[in-house]
């Protein structure tokens, strides 16, 4: 996992100082930078998905560095750059994020007092996942009349995609796993370290607080192509779908260049 996280932090970085070099991004554009935080939901082979008792148990906490570049404004000159629609209701978003949360089974077979409802209650996981990736912000609203005050909150939706690392953990409190897993689980835990991508669309807000300072509140919903994220699958038919999560996350955004 720390070189899956090595490839992730470099990135970031030629990712952003990168573009510290290059006049296109930084002479004629706007940047901003912020950080986020909030609850992570995770949807996975613990529990029976769409379970209300799995979805609001199987939570953790997520924290993320964005960077976004800021179309509407010229930072050469400290002024708006030429009118255009793209300009005026996008921007790009570029984030690095890490995740966790202790993941469990709910369900009606997991409350029966049953060798097998012991051993799913028992069986313990752990997600542990860090992503980098590039989404496209849209904005219905005019960003520079935003940015001029001339209404306090920006509605915004979101799509794009991350690079993944992640890294499972699963153990069972009755003692080593091999002996006590469910019969459905058999064969189907793998606690390596692995990537993948995933597709990312989200729906949030901003608010203004000052000329170069915002609040954000975002929501995501992101698919992974894997259904390892929590190092459990199975061939059962309720297992229709990769593993997904679901983050509701705020945070503060501060306008370089204003």
Same mark, same amino acid.
């Given at each position: 996992m720390a070189n899956i996280f090595k490839?992730?932090?470099?990135?970031?970085?030629l990712f952003f100082f990168g573009k510290i070099d290059s006049h296109a991004q930084?002479?004629?554009v706007g940047q901003e930078i912020?950080?986020?935080a909030g609850p992570v939901a995770y949807f996975t082979d613990y529990g029976l998905r769409w379970n209300l008792e799995t979805n609001s148990s199987n939570v953790g906490l997520g924290v993320g560095l964005v960077y976004y570049l800021n179309f509407a404004y010229k930072a050469d000159c400290d002024c708006y750059a030429r009118y255009s629609y793209f300009n005026d209701h996008?921007?790009?978003? /570029?984030e690095l994020d890490y995740h966790e949360g202790q993941l469990n089974h709910f369900g009606a077979i /997991?409350?029966?007092?049953?060798?097998g409802g012991e051993q799913l209650r028992s069986m313990i996981g752990q997600a542990k996942v860090y992503?980098?990736? /590039?989404?496209?912000e849209y904005y219905p609203l005019s960003i520079r009349d935003y940015t001029a005050f001339a209404y306090p909150i920006a509605p915004?939706?979101?799509l794009?995609?991350?690079?993944?690392g992640y890294d499972p953990n699963t153990y069972s409190t009755l003692g080593p796993l091999e002996d006590h897993t469910f019969h459905t689980f058999v064969g189907y835990v793998d606690q390596e370290a692995g990537s993948t991508w995933s597709v990312v669309a989200g729906a949030g807000m901003r608010y203004k607080l000052d000329v170069s300072s915002d609040l954000v509140m975002n929501m995501q919903w992101r698919y992974y192509n894997t259904d390892w994220i929590d190092g459990l699958d199975h061939d059962n038919p309720q297992n229709k779908f990769n593993d997904m999560m679901f983050w509701l996350n705020f945070g503060y955004i501060y306008y370089l260049n204003f």
């Amino acid at each position: 996992m720390a070189n899956i996280f090595k490839t992730l932090m470099l990135s970031y970085l030629l990712f952003f100082f990168g573009k510290i070099d290059s006049h296109a991004q930084v002479g004629m554009v706007g940047q901003e930078i912020g950080i986020v935080a909030g609850p992570v939901a995770y949807f996975t082979d613990y529990g029976l998905r769409w379970n209300l008792e799995t979805n609001s148990s199987n939570v953790g906490l997520g924290v993320g560095l964005v960077y976004y570049l800021n179309f509407a404004y010229k930072a050469d000159c400290d002024c708006y750059a030429r009118y255009s629609y793209f300009n005026d209701h996008f921007r790009v978003r /570029a984030e690095l994020d890490y995740h966790e949360g202790q993941l469990n089974h709910f369900g009606a077979i /997991a409350q029966k007092k049953t060798t097998g409802g012991e051993q799913l209650r028992s069986m313990i996981g752990q997600a542990k996942v860090y992503e980098i990736g /590039a989404h496209l912000e849209y904005y219905p609203l005019s960003i520079r009349d935003y940015t001029a005050f001339a209404y306090p909150i920006a509605p915004y939706v979101s799509l794009g995609f991350n690079f993944v690392g992640y890294d499972p953990n699963t153990y069972s409190t009755l003692g080593p796993l091999e002996d006590h897993t469910f019969h459905t689980f058999v064969g189907y835990v793998d606690q390596e370290a692995g990537s993948t991508w995933s597709v990312v669309a989200g729906a949030g807000m901003r608010y203004k607080l000052d000329v170069s300072s915002d609040l954000v509140m975002n929501m995501q919903w992101r698919y992974y192509n894997t259904d390892w994220i929590d190092g459990l699958d199975h061939d059962n038919p309720q297992n229709k779908f990769n593993d997904m999560m679901f983050w509701l996350n705020f945070g503060y955004i501060y306008y370089l260049n204003f």
